[in-house]
């Protein structure tokens, strides 16, 4: 079971925060690992459905670049889930960190992590707001937001507290 703090706010390991940020890092690209995983699984054995290229979209928006080739397309896809992965780490490091810690953490990280999807998405104009697609959409967006949240956020807990 994860060490919780009786005192949320006030930092509550020995670690500098660099080490901290360090291993939000780690911990949000081993997350995003687990998402980019369960979305394959899911496609390939549930769902059926097609790659969506939402995130090199917007990945390509953001830089100003325009992608050459369905491998460059591919590429940039993964470079913003585990980018985004990675900075969403950092931020439930610093959670961890502050003693905000367990399920309940892991179950507010899962909106920030939404938040910084559909912000820089929808910031683009690339993505439409999430309330106008197919409720199975959401619901799968939801379930692979929520174990990168927890994969990230165990693991942190463990090497934070």
Do not use: C
Not at 92 to 115: E, I, K, N, Q, T
Request: charged letters at 15%; glycine letters at 10%.
């Amino acid at each position: 079971m994860a060490h919780r703090s009786t005192t949320p706010g006030r930092v509550t390991s020995q670690l500098p925060l660099s080490t901290v940020l360090g291993l939000g890092l780690a911990s949000g690209l081993l997350g995003a690992s687990v998402m980019t995983l369960s979305q394959t699984t899911e496609q390939s054995l549930i769902t059926n459905r097609p790659n969506s290229y939402v995130p090199a979209r917007t990945l390509e928006r953001v830089l100003g670049i325009r992608a050459a080739s369905d491998s460059q397309l591919w590429g940039l896809n993964m470079a913003m889930h585990y980018g985004q992965g990675a900075v969403a780490g950092m931020i439930r490091a610093y959670m961890s960190w502050r003693g905000v810690r367990g399920p309940f953490a892991d179950l507010m990280f899962v909106g920030v992590r939404l938040f910084i999807d559909q912000s820089l998405e929808n910031w683009t104009g690339v993505g439409a707001l999430p309330w106008t697609w197919p409720v199975e959409e959401q619901i799968l967006d939801i379930v692979h937001k929520t174990l990168f949240a927890v994969a990230t956020g165990y693991v942190l807990d463990k090497w934070i507290a």
